[in-house]
DNA sequence: GCCTTGCCTGGAGTGCACTCCAAGGCCATA
DNA sequence: TATGGCCTTGGAGTGCACTCCAGGCAAGGC
């Protein structure tokens, strides 16, 4: 199994509102214009509108702005948080523990080394994760070979 | 019951009447001597009683021996497909899946494409599972860069 | 004989992560 | 004015993969 290249990591430096490091991708729409409704963001991130409206419920989307009819407007900061979680999602991380990080996130700067451990406990996870699965590969390999040939 | 001595016991070559192509681990008793209870099982497997009752009412294990009393005594090649089988379930296939995997061995030879095939398209799964972990670390190496430096 | 341990069964229950429902508000267009 | 589309809520429902329960059988030790 072999393991991974690690990826240089941080290049991109944070923005100091931020809540933590930027990602690298661009927004549907600059900042100033990024009041997105449910469906936009449905379209944009792949989740229904009932995961968006639960995810705030349980704590996992902090307080999402509103319109003056009481309708969810996203921010583009909304966006770089659901697509964070999307990817603690795709670790296998239970929910629990996504609302644990945010609550982390909620308290403040005095969290940071909560939230490294946090963090780093869950790359641990994956980097074992994927040498899993590079061990079904072997497997899945073998057998494919032999079925290739067999007939 | 005495559980467990990994002997080093018998060279896991594929027996002829063998399914598919022979798992490289060894078996904790030689050919001949493989009679398992089921806590012997759970101990070797890590699965519990319950779910290996389970595999076997779904259809996922095949007709499992029994004793005179009809307990269940599993062999080496029954450890083998649960191997197998464990490994399909860390890939996040679907129980279902694995249920049709089994039906197609039970059906012979003939079903040797429909293996391969399937056993292809999870492979493709794995894959592309590999890769969206591989993007997961680098998010998670930046933010862990992030906090270490950040304090 | 009795107790404990290990195992058996069918069916009911659990926990997770959504997923849907019913009833209703707001607003643009016809 | 009405029709349709998009949105709101709390609470109930769903599907998956187990997980447990009650009641009972068989074997070995005291």
Redesign the interface.
């Known amino acids: 199994m072999t393991v991974?290249q690690?990826?240089p990591?941080?290049t991109?430096r944070?923005n100091p509102a931020d809540i933590?490091?930027a990602?690298p991708r661009r927004h549907p729409r600059p900042d100033g214009q990024d009041r997105y409704t449910i469906s936009e963001v449905v379209a944009f991130t792949g989740l229904t509108a009932h995961t968006l409206r639960w995810y705030e419920r349980i704590g996992l989307m902090p307080h999402v702005d509103r319109s003056h009819t009481g309708q969810r407007r996203y921010s583009n900061r909304d966006l770089d948080w659901l697509e964070?979680v999307n990817?603690?999602r795709?670790?296998g991380m239970p929910v629990a523990d996504m609302v644990r990080y945010a609550e982390l996130v909620r308290e403040g700067?005095s969290t940071?080394?909560d939230?490294?451990e946090l963090?780093?406990s869950?790359?641990r996870d994956?980097?074992a994760?994927?040498a899993?699965?590079?061990?079904?590969?072997a497997?899945?390999?073998?057998?494919?070979?032999?079925?290739?040939t067999?007939?």
Do not use: N
């Open positions: 991974m690690t990826t990591a941080a991109g944070a933590c490091s990602p964070f990817k603690l795709l670790t700067e940071y080394a939230r490294q963090l780093e869950t790359r994956v980097l994760r994927i899993e699965l590079h061990d079904t590969l497997v899945l390999d073998r057998k494919i070979s032999f079925y290739a067999e007939r």
